[in-house]
């Protein structure tokens, strides 16, 4: 019962006896200033409400996560200071199984393949990509996160 409370403050809002969603949240880990303006454009297009955390490494990307909670969306980069994407990951599904997250690399070696054998509902870009594809994924988060509010539960308004 205390997470669907937590639940509902995290990512709702009642506003005039209607259900209001709060922004979507992401937590972006990457260490390029010129890629993670890029993709914070790619997510305001998508929707310009999202709320966009950017932190440049593993370490600080999981003391936020643990800090703040549930994301709609975690994109990292697998090679930046600190932990790999692909540990944080690990990590991450540790603490939350159903976080919804996307790897992004331009060095595809052979522990992504297996990572991805391991996870292959994790989302993979490999750089270059086009930009076309973070976008649907977005769309696709959001578009998850918004049924998961109206599919809970005990949650109408």
Known sequence: M???????????????GKMVSEPMRVLLVEDDDHTHGMIRAVLKDVDPSIDVEIVING???LNRYVKNG???????DNA???LFGTELIEAILRINPLQPIILQ????GDHIGAFKQ????????GKPYPLQQLRD????????RDARLTDQPGLSV
């Open 137 to 144: 994924f977005a769309s696709a988060a959001l578009h998850q």
């Open 80 to 82: 930046h200071p600190g």
């Open 2 to 16: 205390a997470e669907a409370i937590v639940f509902v403050t995290l990512l709702h809002k009642v506003a005039g």
């Open 70 to 76: 549930f994301y709609d969306l975690v994109i990292m």
């Open 118 to 125: 391991k996870h292959p509902n994790i989302p993979f870009l």
């Open 59 to 61: 370490y600080d990307a």
């Open 105 to 108: 690399t331009g060095n595809a």
